[in-house]
Structures are given as structure tokens and as C-alpha cells.
């Protein structure tokens, strides 16, 4: 998609020309994805939507010399991107998984399941969860743009500043990774690891 | 194709990237290697799960926080502006008043000999000797008070001895102030004795003088508020008409008589008149008596 097709480009304009309630709009559109990208870098809720806030007041700032080169939520994630990496970098933190209500969230309700299923199902998330957060940070933000945010290849090398060639390889890298460590987790379990 | 390469590639065959011969080899591989069938398949649920992984969501007050996030922003980036603006625009600003502060206090130097009086007092006396080639000493019996003259171009560097009268400059503040007058003379020197002895005659005296005898003089004269409007009327007339030579007897004024009568018929600019003997109050003003400072500027006749 082209900066021209880019369908955000209608409020990018309100929101250049002063119109605050085109900017709300914008959060509202947004504010989960860059939080989903926050919190799964970060490994924290709460530094994770500091962040996200900081996100949305750093690109309305910034939004006046938006020229629309890129697509705007390009240039977003690419803002949170950065901001991710650059927050991981001053912490220097231990890497840390997601509390009990980053857990519950992950506990998705399926009609079809029973108790025993909702709890595997349940487990197998936040083993998922675990095993993302294990990858060294360029190939996580590289899975989680495009696994769990669902951007194109070209998308994610335009947001990273990154070589196609570059994300392929990390993606490729970090799927296996979290695949062998879901395997690992269930192998231990004794269970679906024949799926994995 | 090999299972190594099928494993290296798996991840653009999910993704649909690969190109279309690789996509033929590829499928090729899968249709008799099921290892690799199995492989591309668990690939296959890995990437599913983590797309079905849910949103984490914001908190309700997300919206609210941002914008008091920019408000805040606004309130610090007002304060950073009146900090750091003067870096772009506030110290061209300040530069300038500061010029034209510069401007206004030399202009108020030049015109006001009050000021440049003071400033000099302020500064300790020079020695002659310190004073070099290019300064012009002139030492005066005028009131017991020496005043050093230096060069016009370093006005700042004069420096007036201070006078021993220091209780008549204490009462200063209790003297009114008039503007310069302007009178041209024939001879500037032979005028500027002139001065002396119609002040010597009204209780007045010079408290100063600027330039060169034979260019333009500025002479600040002080005397008696009562003698002021004489005084002023002496000059005018000294310029209008002929001035009468003094006919009074003080010591100081005998050369000036003496001129004055060799020189009765020239023209009558440069010469003041005496119209009557000084009494002894007015040669030697009281201390109460309220006086007046004036400049006289001489200028040469061309």
C-alpha cells in the first residue's frame, strides 16, 4: 500500500490542521496495537502503557512535519518501535513476563472448549507469551510486527529501517525459536508437543 | 531440494514468498518427506497461535492521560521556551538595548558635563606624568582647582584632580542646572579670560573647560542663580554688540581692562562687559547661596 492509499491520511490532515477530536480518533484506532507491541516488548502493563501514552504525545508533536512518505501507521509503529528499544535500553532490566492481568487477557474464551481445554489453552499462551519474551529484542519486535500485529514484510522493514533480506531472516530465526520453546514446555508436560 | 533447505525456507513458504520455481521444489520435497510435512505444519500452528494471541489492552483513562500528558508538554515547552528562546531571539534583543543603553549613556556623557564631572571625580588624579605626550595639562588658578586636559579622541581617560573645595562640590545638589550657550569669538583664549573676570566679578568662577584654545572651548562656569540672568545678558550682548571693558578694579580683571581698551574699536564678539564693581558678597559667593552651573561653548570666529 502506498502513502497515497494510506487510509489514515484523512485525519492526518484534521489533525495537522489543528482538529483535536481527528487526534482522538486516532488513539482510539491505535492505542491497543501500540500497546500490544509495548507490553510484549517490555514485559511490563504498566511501563508498557506509560509508554504507549508517551507513544501518542511524541507523534502528535511530531505529526506537523509528517510528510506522508510512509504510511502513517508505518511511521507509528516505527515511533514505538523505537521508543521500545531505546526504554529497554536505559532499563537494562531483567527480563520480565506479564503479570496476572497481562495472563488474563491472554485466556481467550472459546465456546467450544471445556474447563480442562480453556486451562490448556490458557497455559499454551502464556507459554508463548514466555518464549517471546525470551528473543533477543531485534528478532521480538521483528515476530510481534508481523505475527501479532500482522504487518507486511515491507511494512516492518520500512518501520525498522531494516534490509527485506534482514527481516526475513529474523522472523525465520525467531519463529523456530519460539516454536522449539513451546515444544519444550510441552514436551515436559507430556502434552502437545506432537503439535508442535 | 533437501530438507535443510525446505526448513531455511518454511517460513516464506507460509508466507507466501517464495518464488515460483522455489515454490515447485519446495512442494515437491513436501509430497515425499514427511518429516518435513510435519516440520512446516507445527510452523504453521506456532505462527497461527501467535496471531490469535489477544490484544492487551489499554486502560480506560488512556485517552485522558495522554491529553494530560500534553498539556503537560505544553507547560514545560512554555518554560523551555522562555529559558532557551533567548539563545535564538532574546539575546540579539538584549544586545541591542545594551547598544543602545551604550548610546544613550555616552550621548548623556557628551552633553551633560555634570556627568563626565562626576565620572571623572570618581576616578583617582593622574600624575602629569602619567598623563603622556598626547595629553595637554593645563593647570588653572581658578578657585584653587587644577584641571587636567587630555586628549579629545579619549575622553574617558581624562581625569580631574579633585579640588580642594570639595564642600562647594557637595552642595551641588543644591544648584539648578541650565543649557550650553554658544558664543563665538575672535581670539577663544583672550575670551575664555574674559569669562573668568565677568564670573570673578558676579562670584562665579570655571569649574572646567574642554578643547583647545585655539579650536572650540567648553568651559563649565558656576555662579550665583541671582548673577545667572546677567551673566547670560553679558554674554548676549558681548555677541550683539560692543562690550564694554570692566570698570571695575578686581586684580583679576586689570589685563582684561587693559585689553579692552586697546581693543575699542574691533568687532565686538569675544568681549564681555562689566557694567558695575562687584560688590565683596558677589566676588565671594555665600555657601547658602543657591548657584548655577552653565556650559559656554566658544567657538573660533572663521
Not at chain 2, 154 to 175: M, T, Y
Not at chain 2, 232 to 248: D, H, I, M, N
Request: charged content about 30%.
Amino acid at each position: 500500500m502506498t502513502s497515497a492509499q494510506d487510509p489514515d491520511k484523512e485525519l492526518v490532515q484534521r489533525i495537522q490542521n489543528g482538529d483535536r477530536p481527528a487526534f482522538n480518533q486516532l488513539v482510539l484506532k491505535y492505542r491497543n496495537r501500540v500497546m500490544g507491541i509495548a507490553a510484549r516488548m517490555l514485559g511490563d502493563r504498566g511501563e508498557a502503557e506509560e509508554l504507549a501514552q508517551d507513544v501518542f504525545v511524541k507523534v502528535y508533536r511530531a505529526l506537523g512535519d509528517f510528510q506522508g512518505a510512509a504510511l502513517f501507521s508505518t511511521w507509528l509503529f516505527r515511533v514505538t518501535a523505537n521508543s521500545c528499544l531505546n526504554h529497554r535500553r536505559k532499563r537494562r532490566a531483567e527480563v520480565r513476563i506479564l503479570d496476572g492481568a497481562g495472563d488474563a487477557a491472554l485466556a481467550v474464551a472459546d465456546p467450544s472448549s471445556n474447563p480442562h481445554q480453556l486451562l490448556e489453552q490458557k497455559e499454551l499462551r502464556i507459554a508463548l507469551e514466555k518464549s517471546i519474551q525470551s528473543l533477543p529484542e531485534e528478532q521480538r519486535i521483528v515476530l510481534i510486527l508481523r505475527d501479532v500485529e500482522g504487518l507486511s514484510y515491507e511494512e516492518i522493514a520500512d518501520s525498522l529501517e531494516l534490509e527485506l533480506g534482514t527481516v526475513r531472516s529474523r522472523l525465520h530465526r525467531a519463529r523456530l525459536q519460539v516454536q522449539a520453546g513451546i515444544r519444550e514446555k510441552f514436551s515436559l508436560d507430556g502434552r502437545r508437543s506432537d503439535r508442535l | 531440494m533437501n530438507c535443510q533447505d525446505v526448513r531455511e525456507l518454511s517460513s516464506d513458504y507460509l508466507d507466501r514468498r517464495l518464488a515460483p520455481h522455489e515454490l515447485s521444489a519446495l512442494e515437491e520435497h513436501l509430497g515425499v518427506c514427511p518429516d518435513c510435512r510435519r516440520e512446516i505444519e507445527a510452523l504453521r500452528a506456532t505462527i497461527s497461535l501467535l496471531g490469535s494471541l489477544d490484544p492487551v489492552e489499554t486502560s480506560a483513562d488512556f485517552l485522558s492521560r495522554v491529553h494530560r500528558k500534553l498539556e503537560k508538554e505544553s507547560r514545560l515547552s512554555r518554560i523551555r521556551g522562555w529559558l532557551l528562546e533567548p539563545i535564538k531571539l532574546k539575546v540579539p534583543l538584549e544586545i541591542t538595548a545594551l547598544v543602545l543603553v551604550g548610546i544613550l549613556v555616552s550621548h548623556l556623557y557628551y552633553r551633560s558635563p555634570e556627568l563626565a564631572k562626576e565620572s571623572r571625580l570618581s576616578v583617582p588624579p593622574e600624575s602629569p606624568q602619567a598623563a603622556g605626550d598626547s595629553t595637554a595639562e593645563r593647570s588653572r588658578e581658578a578657585g584653587g582647582r587644577e584641571v587636567h586636559e587630555r586628549d579629545r579622541a579619549e575622553p574617558k581617560r581624562r581625569s580631574e584632580a579633585a579640588e580642594p573645595a570639595a564642600a562647594a562640590e557637595k552642595s551641588l545638589d543644591a544648584v539648578s542646572r541650565a543649557a550650553a550657550e554658544e558664543v563665538v569669538a575672535d581670539d577663544v583664549a583672550s575670551y575664555e579670560k574674559k569669562v573668568q573676570a565677568l564670573l570673578a566679578q558676579m562670584g562665579g568662577r570655571i569649574l572646567g573647560q574642554e578643547g583647545a584654545a585655539d579650536s572650540v572651548l567648553l568651559l563649565t562656569v558656576e555662579l550665583p542663580q541671582s548673577r545667572q540672568a546677567e551673566f547670560l545678558a553679558s554674554l548676549k550682548e558681548g555677541r550683539a554688540a560692543e562690550v564694554q571693558a570692566p570698570k571695575s578694579k578686581p586684580q583679576a580683571l586689570q589685563g582684561l581692562k587693559k585689553e579692552a581698551e586697546d581693543k575699542r574699536d574691533p568687532p565686538a564678539t569675544g568681549r564681555i562687559a562689566e557694567s558695575r564693581a562687584p560688590s565683596a558678597l558677589e566676588q565671594s559667593p555665600r555657601k547658602d547661596q543657591p548657584m548655577v552651573r552653565l556650559q559656554l561653548r566658544i567657538l573660533p570666529k572663521k
